[in-house]
């Protein structure tokens, strides 16, 4: 136990990004564990299980890539299809705030066979499309954007296919969402693999550091969903678990939180920069109403709430 002990840090149970290394040649990981910060966003929706199942692996899934990468600012993972579920969309934060939303065709949801949707099967479920994954980094630096068609059978698949194409990723990873009974919970794992080098801790071979990454993939995939799931089963319990023989390291975690970045600042720049005729259009019985997709604020404005916010921006100082 003592061994143990010092490998892991006091790493919590949920709503993190947990890292970690495969010893000897040290691969790199994630774990994601997400409870409160999924369940609220799903909650305050209120989708067909069908669309939260797959929201939440979005979720987990961007979790995981965002843990991955080096970056300040925002990481976007996006599909789109022409199925059922048409848009499923989450960002994460450097800072670890995710926001996450969906949209779907009702009567097509309602249609699901079962055993579709158990399978989260992306045919089915997103048909035809892409999955797109950005790093916006702010206005002073390049926006970073990877497509891939939806080819494989789940998300996971789909990723996969990413990472085949990619030069700058060469990963497996294992994602689910679930609902339980203290509410929605949702959790990945993703094991990523340096380019070889001689100077890699250990100094492998190329053969030795290729077997390494064999096992380990095999290992990841053994995790079972109730795993990733699991608010018995503490992260770093899991990698002990598919690991342990290997050798395995977890780190600092990073803490996850339900944020969105909506705001009332940013709504009134989207209404001063229209004009009389676009503002009209997008009344409803006499008031324009925002709403966000992500966290489902609304704003609401009336003749004299524009007018009021006209006269502000004309101020000096504004």
Avoid at 162 to 172: I, M, V
Avoid at 282 to 295: P, R, S, T
């Amino acid at each position: 136990m003592r061994e143990r002990e010092a490998l892991f840090e006091n790493t919590g149970r949920d709503d993190i990004i947990l890292p970690f290394q495969i010893d000897p040649y040290g691969l790199r990981g994630r774990v994601v564990r997400l409870g409160s910060v999924i369940d609220g966003i799903l909650g305050r929706h209120a989708y067909p299980e069908a669309v939260s199942v797959m929201l939440g692996e979005t979720a987990a899934l961007a979790a995981c890539l965002a843990g991955s990468l080096k970056y300040e600012g925002v990481f976007t993972l996006q599909t789109k299809g022409d199925g059922p579920i048409g848009v499923l969309m989450a960002d994460v934060t450097t800072a670890g705030a995710v926001r996450a939303y969906a949209t779907f065709d009702a009567d097509r949801v309602a249609q699901l066979d079962p055993a579709d949707v158990a399978a989260r099967s992306v045919p089915r479920l997103l048909g035809g499309g892409y999955i797109a994954f950005t790093v916006d980094q702010g206005a002073n630096t390049d926006r970073y954007q990877g497509i891939v068609e939806l080819s494989g059978r789940t998300l996971s698949e789909c990723t996969h296919a990413y990472f085949q194409q990619s030069e700058q990723l060469d990963a497996g990873v294992l994602i689910a969402a679930g609902r339980r009974d203290d509410g929605w919970r949702a959790g990945g794992i993703m094991v990523q693999r340096l380019p070889y080098s001689r100077d890699l801790p250990g100094r492998p071979s190329e053969d030795e550091y290729d077997d390494l990454w064999r096992t380990a993939v095999t290992l990841m995939s053994s995790a079972r969903a109730q795993e990733l799931l699991a608010a018995d089963l503490a992260p770093d319990q899991l990698l002990y678990r598919l690991f342990h023989q290997e050798g395995v390291r977890a780190y600092e975690a990073q803490p996850m939180t339900d944020s969105c970045r909506c705001s009332r600042e940013r709504v009134e720049r989207v209404l001063l920069s229209l004009n009389q005729d676009e503002i009209e259009d997008m009344k409803v019985d006499g008031a324009l109403i925002v709403n966000c997709e992500f966290c489902k604020r609304e704003w609401r404005y009336d003749d004299e709430a524009l007018e009021a916010l006209r006269k502000s921006a004309a101020s000096p100082g504004f």
